[in-house]
């Protein structure tokens, strides 16, 4: 089974280039954000997208609609430039994955039928299933079915596992019923966050997640899932929960040593974690005074002291590196073997 983490493609940090952390199965990239930098489309010609990326492991490029229509960017994916995109590509890494541009809606069996010459694969809304049986008649089975549209079903509290698993049992059983001996491999998009990918996993053959990026902004994951808000003032999609003194404080304070040891020190991952004072942005974020981060890192490594949760809140707060690299290890950890593995709020 395969895994896949998303990143923009001109993301500044990269975990995935050291070579103490743990691989994803492949990066996944958006072609929107060649649209919507046309720079980066020149830069990556020039230099080489795994080069450019720091990566030499799998690609799976997609068309960037969900992006565009989810996030409400200002900006409409073409499939012409999807076409120049997916053909220079194709040159540097004829093993990418290529997924079609599933928008407008009336439009999904023809741009797939006209990105055909890029093997393009196709994204199926979980919704409209109807679409397959366009695409089987014209083509054929495709290597990979991309079952698009999932991440809404993960939202809207309990319930949520009921109703992605009956979405993507519905759409395995379209493709049973389509044919009973002809088989392709499933990638359910966007829904690979650490609570959740291993049951993914055991139902289809691919999934992603780009969520380790999106809380980074001012929270952190937990590697058996859910987010911690990194302050007071922490709002995100209506999140408030902090991290929980006791179990919970320890493991994290765990991953953190297991990062320091392994990265050769915390204060390698990014410039502000040598400060010997705060840095002043933080001071209007904080309502009482604030130790020196060396002296906390040096209480972090010293098993005998005791680190409270104000504390490590700050050191997150400090450094956005820290924050990504730490929810990249959440997002891997299932990839670890059962030693090595972190256990959040467990024995």
């Known amino acids: 089974?395969?895994?896949?983490?998303?990143?923009?493609?001109?993301?500044?940090?990269?975990?995935?280039?050291?070579?103490?952390?743990?691989?994803?199965?492949?990066?996944?990239?958006?072609?929107?954000?060649?649209?919507?930098?046309?720079?980066?489309?020149?830069?990556?010609?020039?230099?080489?997208?795994?080069?450019?990326?720091?990566?030499?492991?799998?690609?799976?490029?997609?068309?960037?609609?969900?992006?565009?229509?989810?996030?409400?960017k200002k900006i409409t994916p073409s499939i012409d430039l999807l076409k120049d995109y997916y053909r220079e590509l194709i040159n540097q890494d004829p093993e990418i994955i290529k997924i079609t541009l599933d928008y407008p809606d009336d439009k999904i069996v023809s741009n797939y039928l006209e990105l055909q010459p890029y093997e393009i694969q196709p994204v199926i809304p979980y919704d409209q299933l109807q679409i397959l049986d366009q695409i089987v008649s014209e083509v054929g089975f495709p290597a990979w079915n991309f079952?698009?549209?999932?991440?809404?079903?993960?939202?809207?509290?309990?319930?949520?596992?009921?109703?992605?698993?009956?979405?993507?049992?519905?759409?395995?059983?379209?493709?049973?019923?389509?044919?009973?001996?002809?088989?392709?491999?499933?990638?359910?998009?966007?829904?690979?966050a650490p609570s959740i990918i291993l049951e993914v996993l055991s139902e289809v053959d691919g999934c992603d997640s780009s969520r380790w990026r999106i809380t980074a902004s001012n929270m952190v994951m937990l590697p058996d899932g859910g987010e911690r808000g990194i302050g007071n003032r922490t709002k995100w999609r209506g999140t408030h929960h902090r991290i929980e003194d006791g179990t919970e404080k320890q493991r994290v304070i765990s991953i953190l040593r297991q990062i320091d040891s392994l990265s050769g020190g915390i204060e390698t991952l990014d410039s502000s974690l040598h400060?010997?004072?705060?840095?002043?942005?933080?001071?209007?974020?904080?309502?009482?005074?604030?130790?020196?981060?060396?002296?906390?890192?040096?209480?972090?490594?010293?098993?005998?002291?005791?680190?409270?949760?104000?504390?490590?809140?700050?050191?997150?707060?400090?450094?956005?590196?820290?924050?990504?690299?730490?929810?990249?290890i959440a997002a891997l950890n299932y990839k670890l073997d059962d030693n090595s593995r972190i256990h959040i709020g467990k024995n």
Not at 23 to 29: E, G, N, R, V, W
Not at 277 to 292: C, H, I, R, T
Not at 300 to 316: A, N
């Open 275 to 328: 400060e010997t004072a705060l840095p002043k942005q933080l001071k209007d974020k904080f309502e009482v005074n604030l130790p020196q981060i060396g002296s906390l890192i040096e209480k972090i490594r010293d098993p005998d002291l005791e680190v409270t949760v104000y504390e490590l809140e700050l050191l997150f707060r400090t450094s956005g590196n820290l924050r990504l690299v730490f929810n990249y």
């Open 147 to 192: 079952i698009g549209r999932l991440v809404p079903l993960m939202r809207g509290g309990s319930g949520y596992k009921e109703r992605l698993f009956e979405a993507l049992y519905t759409f395995k059983s379209k493709l049973e019923s389509l044919s009973s001996t002809q088989k392709t491999k499933i990638w359910a998009l966007g829904v690979g």
């Open 1 to 72: 089974m395969s895994f896949a983490l998303g990143t923009p493609i001109s993301a500044r940090i990269r975990p995935w280039k050291y070579d103490w952390i743990v691989k994803p199965d492949f990066l996944m990239i958006s072609a929107i954000d060649f649209m919507q930098n046309p720079k980066l489309f020149t830069t990556i010609k020039r230099t080489g997208i795994h080069e450019y990326l720091e990566w030499d492991g799998s690609l799976v490029c997609d068309s960037g609609a969900f992006s565009a229509i989810n996030r409400k």
